[in-house]
């Protein structure tokens, strides 16, 4: 049985599954709009969702999308994202490709004494680099994939976070072809 | 071909190039530019309704009924909110509109403006695609695109907003010869070998059926012959959702009627039995399925369906073939022949010995007895009088609308004209307003039912003005018929505001709108009022006082399978009050 429709009573066993999905589109106006409005207006989940031209001269966007869903409801998204006008292309970089993700994050930690160069130190493990100081606060830069992002802001709490700001995953497939 | 004019130039030149020779609309303060233009040409009728509802559901009339794009034009606004419905009644149900709205000027856009709405906002999951024109130099490219869209892979409605201040600017025009869609090409041809699996399932199977849709109606009238032709050569029996009726003839014996929610007990019983299913053109709506647990448990399932999306989506299919209709099905027929497949002789004679049963139970049957109108019998009486005779019929949402698709029998596509997904009450008359303007000879009805003909009445006026003589059939019960149905079912029959007490004079209201208004209130005079009213050469109401309590039967309950159908004689008071059970209840 598949979820979605009046009928589906029970409901569906399916294991859930997270995809991240990239797609190519027409860098035209309302074009973000039409893709999270069919996420939205179909109960479809969005965990993470960039955006950004990325081939000027094409007039060319790309939108990485993390969706969580069963099969059924994967499968579903591709094929109603692939029927928006503006969309040249679906990937599924969970299926299609091995793929890279990455995401950036900007943190923001305030405090002194042992709290403040405890941080430091965890910066300096997590590779994250410093980008703005005052003499009570750090602005930490950090990329790497989202679980360690998360580990990060986790061990910062304690030291005084102040704020995060995030990108959201950025992915491409790896080796030397374009998907 | 590029020429020099002003936007609002564009706009007619544009339809003109498109081959448009219909417009449905109404004027207001941010198209008048294009209304001026309008005026001075006779290449395009404008055909000017009374609310915008009744524009875009008289375009969606006559795209169904011409298998032509329908275009509507409206100001900004109200005119554009307006047609929020009939533009998600024509994405539900596949039917290719543009419609053109105006906009305030582009400086003013966001400030709130007198009749400022945020169209393209409002309109985007409404429709299949829409543009906001900034330069007049994009409008001649836009409004191509516009119909390459609407009309191409699976139909739907696109809307071209189009601010006043464009349309008064010059610019370059582009002809439709130069449009190319940079990302929008559906794939048309069946993938082969998908194609060839499914031509080889079919020949093995014991307990086929064929259940076809809208999109057999939509892929024109060669993928309607090509059905007929593999249906007469396999010899499998065929059953059709509401938006399918008519690509297949009713009078043929392979037909097994409708399904689905009030389809009949043989076409439904066959789908749940069945082994093999060849879903052409058809979405497996919940209308369709019932229960979708239950549903035809033992077949291997196919689908041919232009929409990916489409495939897969509420039933899991064992063979998706992506692709145009008619293109897949002429494949397909060229494989049965040249590899001289049959069905098992044997195997098929058994398979339409069990449907012969199930049609024994005579699921729409019913009792006309003494001198109250059953509704089914006004049905069947009005398609025995208008057989033979260039006939389409549109109706509303209802009661009356299943007993429309029930009881009128429909020989060809394009005859059949009706809100199928949205459901939209108050569709019927502008439809057939649409039907008539494409089709000025034939005769054109609306089955409508007493409440559902008030929701776009205003429009009788349109027909009067432009000497459409549509003729409205109602069955009038003094119910929100199916409402009523649904409280019996599932609310002790308690009829919470489904009784319209206060019902004008049908005749009279004709009479005021300047057209022709017959009653009939006996079974005696039935088929004389029936004639009078073939015999008007104007619009007609014709108010059809049928017996007020009659329910629509054969049913599946919500929530139930296909072989769990209520029928006609066994549904007593208690039947109907216990015949959804607490899951069920919950659906639609």
């Known amino acids: 049985m598949q979820p979605g429709s009046v009928y589906a009573i029970k409901e569906g066993k399916d294991v859930v599954e997270q995809h991240t999905l990239s797609i190519l589109v027409d860098n035209e106006p309302g074009v973000l709009a039409r893709v999270i409005g069919l996420f939205s207006g179909r109960g479809y989940n969005i965990e993470s969702l960039t955006v950004s031209e990325t081939e000027h001269l094409k007039h060319r966007s790309r939108i990485t999308i993390v969706t969580r869903g069963s099969p059924a409801v994967i499968e579903q998204i591709k094929a109603q994202l692939g029927r928006l006008v503006p969309v040249h292309r679906v990937i599924d970089l969970s299926v299609e490709a091995t793929a890279i993700e990455r995401e950036l994050m900007l943190i923001k930690v305030r405090g002194s004494g042992e709290h403040r160069s405890e941080a430091l130190r965890l910066a300096d493990a997590f590779r994250a680099r410093v980008i703005d100081a005052t003499t009570e606060s750090f602005v930490f830069e950090l990329t790497g994939k989202t679980d360690k992002l998360d580990q990060f802001i986790v061990l910062m709490q304690p030291l005084g976070l102040v704020e995060v700001s995030r990108t959201g995953v950025a992915a491409i497939a790896r080796g030397p072809e374009a998907t | 071909m590029t020429r020099q004019m002003t936007g609002a130039e564009m706009v007619v030149q544009a339809l003109i190039d498109q081959g448009v020779e219909h417009l449905f609309g109404y004027p207001g303060g941010a198209v008048l530019p294009i209304y001026d233009e309008l005026f001075q040409q006779d290449k395009i009728q404008h055909i000017l309704v009374r609310h915008e509802a009744g524009a875009g559901h008289a375009a969606e009339g006559y795209a169904r009924s011409t298998g032509k ?32 709205t105006g906009q305030v000027a582009t400086h003013l856009i966001g400030s709130d403006a007198f009749q400022e709405a945020d169209t393209v906002g409002i309109t985007r999951p409404c429709t299949k695609h829409n543009w906001l024109v900034k330069d007049v130099n994009d409008l001649g490219r836009i409004l191509h695109e516009a119909f390459y869209v609407a009309r191409s892979g699976r139909p739907g409605p696109v809307v071209v907003d189009i601010p ?50 809208g999109g057999v109606v939509n892929s024109g009238p060669e993928a309607s012959r090509l059905l007929r032709e593999f249906v007469r050569l396999s010899g499998i029996p065929i059953t059709s959702t509401l938006m399918g009726l008519g690509a297949y003839p009713a009078s043929d014996k392979q037909w097994l009627g409708m399904l689905g929610m009030h389809g009949t007990f043989e076409a439904n019983n066959a789908m749940h039995d069945c082994d093999v299913m060849i879903a052409v053109g058809a979405r497996f709506d919940d ?65 339409w010995g069990e449907i012969d049963r199930w049609r024994a139970r005579k699921s729409l049957g019913y009792r006309q007895s003494g001198q109250t109108i059953m509704p089914q019998y006004a049905i069947e009486t009005l398609y025995k009088k208008t057989r033979g005779r260039d006939t389409y019929i549109t109706t509303e949402v209802g009661q009356h609308q299943m007993w429309a698709a029930q009881y009128f029998g429909f020989e060809e596509p394009n005859r059949w004209m009706t809100s199928g997904g949205l459901g939209t009450m108050g569709y019927g008359l502008p ?11 034939a005769l054109v ?35 929100m018929g199916m409402v009523r149905q649904w409280q019996q079912l599932l609310h002790g029959n308690r009829l919470s505001h489904s009784y319209t007490d206060a019902l004008p004079d049908f005749v009279k209201l004709a009479e005021a709108y300047g057209g022709v208004g017959i009653r009939a209130e006996k079974v005696s005079d039935l088929d004389g009022a029936i004639d009078e009213m073939l015999a008007t050469d104007k619009p007609v109401l014709f108010d059809c006082r049928v017996a007020n309590l009659a329910n629509c039967f054969p049913m599946i309950p919500s929530g139930k399978a296909h072989n769990e159908m209520l029928l006609s004689e066994d549904a007593t008071d208690e039947a109907i009050a216990t015949a959804i059970d607490e899951e069920g209840k919950a659906l639609v």
């Open chain 2, 431 to 441: 439809a057939a307003i649409g039907v008539q303007a494409a089709h000025r000879d």
């Open chain 2, 164 to 213: 006043k201040d464009v349309q008064f600017a010059t610019g370059t025009y582009e002809g439709p010869a130069r449009v190319e869609h940079k990302t929008y090409h559906p794939q048309v041809r069946g993938d082969q070998s998908a194609i060839r699996a499914a031509v080889e399932m079919i020949a093995k199977a014991k307990k086929p059926i064929f259940y076809t849709g």
């Open chain 2, 445 to 479: 009805i609306d089955i409508a039912g007493d409440a559902s003909i008030l929701m776009n009445i205003q429009e009788l006026s349109t027909a009067i003005q432009h000497e459409l003589p549509v003729k409205v059939f109602i069955l009038n019960n003094q119910y």
């Open chain 2, 69 to 100: 794009v329908g275009v509507a034009l409206v100001t900004s606004g109200p005119g554009a909110t307006n047609m929020v419905t009939p533009l998600t009644d024509a994405l539900m149900d596949s039917i290719p509109m543009v419609c053109i």
């Open chain 2, 287 to 351: 209308r369709i399925t019932g229960r979708l647990d239950a549903f035809s448990p033992g077949s291997k399932k196919i689908q041919i369906d232009i929409d990916p999306s489409s495939v897969n989506k509420n039933v899991r299919v064992d063979i998706g073939i992506i692709g145009d209709v008619g293109n897949v099905l002429e494949e397909m027929v060229r494989l049965w022949r040249e590899g001289k497949h049959s069905i098992d002789a044997p195997a098929l004679k058994t398979w």
